[in-house]
């Protein structure tokens, strides 16, 4: 075993590993990546290929470790997942019908099934650099400069049968507690794994970095109606792989953010705007959950008062005296009145939600209606009320 790993250490491409195997362990080897071709040595039928396949799928190879099965009296299958991140990139089987294999076989195919998980990423951060050098012109589209036919040429030079149902920015803002010399090579290899988990999802990934951003247009493939899940679900997998690499002398997060999407790909520039729109939101409230911009309603109106009015002033018109009691008496009528309005009124579920009895809580609402006056409930006042309340935590005052 010595032998093979000190053979196997050495620079490898996907073909040499293969051949290797199927010479020092005279067994049959096949690669079967989830997107692409197979690779069998020496080669099969394709109706051979389709019943491997089968009998990998009913296997279910895991990651730990390869399995092995026996297929009729004198065939013997072994298979290991190949993984990257939790994602699976392929497997890579050995099969014979001269002899059985043996805990020796396992040993080795475990072994390479690292090497090739290794260069199948070395592979994917080289040519998202080579993506990366590549396309500058995106840059131009971001910013609506580029026509309708300069968009589609670009496009099918490099997918000619795309065909996109919309189109939708999202961006991917970084946030270290130290700088990083490796900032760029993480992005490129964290966008490679993303370009992958997008592609099964449906989206056509297309990126572009801006000092720590990491800029994606998706070019939906599949019906609209589902495109918000199919975000998430990504997302969550690239926040989970960004949690696992927090390990050395400085911790990373990602901010992501998810503009509005549009059937025509000349409107691109206009989902760029509202994904950087909800990344600036979601950083005046903390709210990181909220990654689209479609979602973001009411803060939507804040920010457009707090460019073109005095957000502080609309704050301090219709909750400066709760907030002045609360300082002076070290009170809370803020939060009670947050909850009241947030239980439609319901005083009895509002007392439950702040854990204080129903006297008490209707002595905090002769305080506010002391306060703010009597109308305070009334629909028109409650409105600009509540608007007040989310303006406080948009500014992260309350």
């Not at 020092?24 to 080897?29: A, D, M």
């Not at 679900?233 to 960004?242: A, D, G, R, T, W």
């Not at 009597?374 to 009320?385: H, Y």
Request: proline residues 2%; aromatic residues 10%; charged residues 25%.
């Amino acid at each position: 075993m010595q032998q093979f790993y000190s053979i196997l250490l050495a620079p490898h491409n996907l073909e040499d590993i293969l051949h290797f195997l199927h010479s020092n362990l005279c067994v049959n080897v096949a690669y079967f990546p989830i997107k692409g071709n197979a690779v069998i040595i020496p080669s099969i039928s394709v109706d051979k290929q389709k019943k491997m396949l089968e009998i990998i799928e009913k296997l279910q190879p895991g990651v730990l470790s390869a399995e092995m099965v026996q297929v009729g009296e004198n065939n013997t299958i072994a298979c290991k997942a190949i993984n990257a991140y939790n994602h699976k990139l392929a497997y890579l089987v050995l099969f014979s019908n001269k002899r059985k294999l043996n805990k020796f076989d396992l040993l080795v195919l475990d072994k390479c099934s690292l090497l090739i998980a290794q260069e199948l990423l070395r592979n994917m951060y080289f040519q998202e650099r080579k993506n990366y050098q590549q396309e500058k012109w995106i840059f131009e589209w971001l910013n609506g400069r580029l026509q309708k036919h300069e968009i589609i040429r670009n496009i099918q030079q490099k997918e000619p049968t795309l065909q996109p149902t919309g189109c939708v920015a999202c961006i991917a803002k970084i946030n270290l507690t130290s700088q990083n010399k490796s900032d760029t090579n993480f992005m490129l290899s964290i966008t490679g794994i993303a370009r992958s988990f997008f592609e099964q999802q449906g989206f056509y990934l297309l990126n572009y970095f801006e000092n720590l951003q990491m800029i994606y247009i998706l070019l939906d493939k599949r019906d609209r109606l589902s495109w918000q899940l199919r975000i998430k679900n990504v997302i969550k997998q690239l926040k989970e792989i960004i949690l696992n690499r927090n390990l050395g002398q400085y911790t990373m997060d990602i901010t992501f953010s998810v503009g509005k999407i549009y059937s025509e790909l000349s409107d691109l520039k206009k989902s760029f705007q509202t994904a950087k729109e909800t990344l600036y939101i979601i950083q005046r409230t903390g709210k990181a959950e909220e990654l689209f911009y479609d979602d973001l309603h009411i803060y939507r109106i804040i920010s457009l008062v707090e460019k073109h009015g005095n957000i502080n002033e609309f704050i301090s018109d219709y909750l400066k005296p709760v907030i002045k009691y609360d300082e002076e008496q070290n009170g809370n009528l803020l939060q009670t009145l947050k909850v009241l309005i947030e239980c439609s009124d319901n005083k009895q579920e509002a007392a439950k939600r702040l854990f204080i009895s129903r006297q008490t809580m209707y002595h905090r609402i002769q305080k506010l209606e002391e306060l703010l006056g009597t109308d305070f409930l009334l629909p028109e006042k409650k409105m600009c009320i509540e608007l007040a309340l989310y303006a406080l935590d948009y500014l992260n005052k309350y």
